[in-house]
């Protein structure tokens, strides 16, 4: 079973910021690559930002400018720093490996919850 806990979230005024952590099982993070997901209005979760097993990345256009997506493989941990928050930018945010998703789609932390309000 894959094991992942989110953490990081709260409220934030917008402009503000936050740095989201996922702490992942195993060797998952140092072979897989990992993604920060937030949940949509409906059953769906969309990618908001990615990193390769070779360290490159990839944003959302949401995301881009503002988010930065990193990892620690000593510590097994998986970083979002967001920055420059807006409104549209609350929602709850997961972390996941997208291949073993593939596999396992329940394969979920609780998530976190971001809210961007004043």
């Known amino acids: 079973q894959v094991y992942l806990e989110e953490s990081g979230g709260g409220l934030v005024q917008p402009g503000g910021y936050l740095r989201l952590t996922c702490v992942v099982s195993g060797n998952i993070l140092s072979t897989n690559a990992m993604g920060w997901y937030r949940q949509t209005p409906g059953p769906e979760r969309e990618l908001t930002a990615g990193?390769?097993?070779?360290?490159?990345?990839y944003y959302a256009e949401s995301a881009k400018g503002r988010f930065t997506i990193s990892r620690d493989k000593s510590k097994n941990t998986l970083y979002l720093q967001m920055n420059s928050l807006k409104p549209e930018g609350t929602s709850m945010y997961y972390c996941a490996a997208p291949e073993i998703l593939s596999l396992h789609p329940d394969e979920w932390g609780q998530g976190t919850q971001v809210t961007v309000s004043s």
């Open positions: 990193i390769r097993s070779d360290g490159s990345t």
